[in-house]
């Protein structure tokens, strides 16, 4: 059974740093991309960041690009979300997913159950 654990949520203020960890199990992680969506209260959740199984590949959207990093430590299980200069329309419950392929795509097999992140204004 796949099961993915995120941490590292919290309120920050805007221009704040968070870095969020998901930590996966039941699986050979190493051979799947993995995903960092979110979703904001009203809105539909919506995709931010994704990584090859390899970590060689990376995307971003548009909206976190230059402001967030993606990474992995296949060793650990765990791939990070890395969030700088956080914005208030960041807040939202962000959750981390796991690919159906070892590279990038818009296919998530298993997701997580989500940490909160706030930022105040």
């Known amino acids: 059974q796949v099961q993915l654990v995120e941490s590292g949520g919290g309120l920050v203020q805007a221009g704040g740093s968070l870095r969020l960890s998901c930590a996966a199990s039941?699986?050979?992680?190493?051979?799947?991309?993995m995903g960092w969506f979110r979703q904001a209260p009203g809105k539909e959740r919506e995709f931010a960041a994704a990584?090859?199984?390899?970590?060689?590949?990376?995307t971003y959207s548009d909206s976190v690009k230059g402001r967030f990093t993606i990474s992995r430590d296949n060793a650990k299980n765990t791939v990070y979300l890395q969030m700088n200069s956080l914005k208030p329309e960041d807040t939202a419950v962000y959750y981390c997913?796991?690919?159906?392929?070892?590279?990038?795509?818009?296919?998530?097999?298993?997701w997580g159950q989500g940490t909160q992140v706030t930022v105040s204004s």
């Open positions: 990584i090859s199984s390899s970590g060689v590949i990376t």
């Open positions: 997913a796991v690919g159906t392929t070892a590279w990038v795509s818009n296919e998530y097999g298993y």
């Open positions: 039941g699986r050979p992680f190493s051979r799947y991309a």
